[in-house]
């Protein structure tokens, strides 16, 4: 069975940083492409990060570039997103998706590219 699991949400005040976590299980993703969306209260689930499957190509939501970085490490099937300069907009459930299909990465910034899907952590920056 495969599984996406996200840590490292938490609370934190703005400027702050965390650094969220999805570690995968069930099969390896080292061949594939990795991606983070949110979804905050009463919005719908948006693109925030994506990487391909060796970290060499990556994409970003325009509200996050210059803050946040997506990176991987396929030795340990995980893959990171360090946040930075966080603001109370970027307050949601972050989730971890990542691609079925190897090394394929065309437009990584649609949700239905996305087979497997975590369970989310929240993230809430306060003002």
């Known amino acids: 069975q495969v599984q996406l699991v996200e840590s490292g949400g938490g609370l934190v005040q703005a400027g702050g940083s965390l650094r969220l976590s999805c570690a995968a299980s069930?099969?390896?993703?080292?061949?594939?492409?990795m991606g983070w969306f949110r979804q905050g209260l009463g919005k719908e689930r948006e693109f925030v990060a994506a990487?391909?499957?060796?970290?060499?190509?990556?994409e970003y939501a325009d509200s996050v570039k210059g803050r946040f970085t997506i990176s991987r490490d396929n030795a340990k099937n995980t893959v990171y997103l360090q946040m930075n300069s966080l603001k109370p907009e970027d307050t949601a459930v972050y989730y971890c998706?990542?691609?079925?299909?190897?090394?394929?990465?065309?437009?990584?910034?649609?949700?239905?590219?996305?087979?497997?899907w975590g369970q989310g952590t929240q993230v809430t920056v306060s003002s």
């Open positions: 990487i391909n499957w060796n970290g060499s190509a990556t």
């Open positions: 069930g099969r390896t993703f080292g061949r594939n492409a």
């Open positions: 998706a990542a691609d079925s299909r190897p090394l394929y990465f065309q437009s990584p910034n649609r949700n239905i590219q996305y087979e497997y």
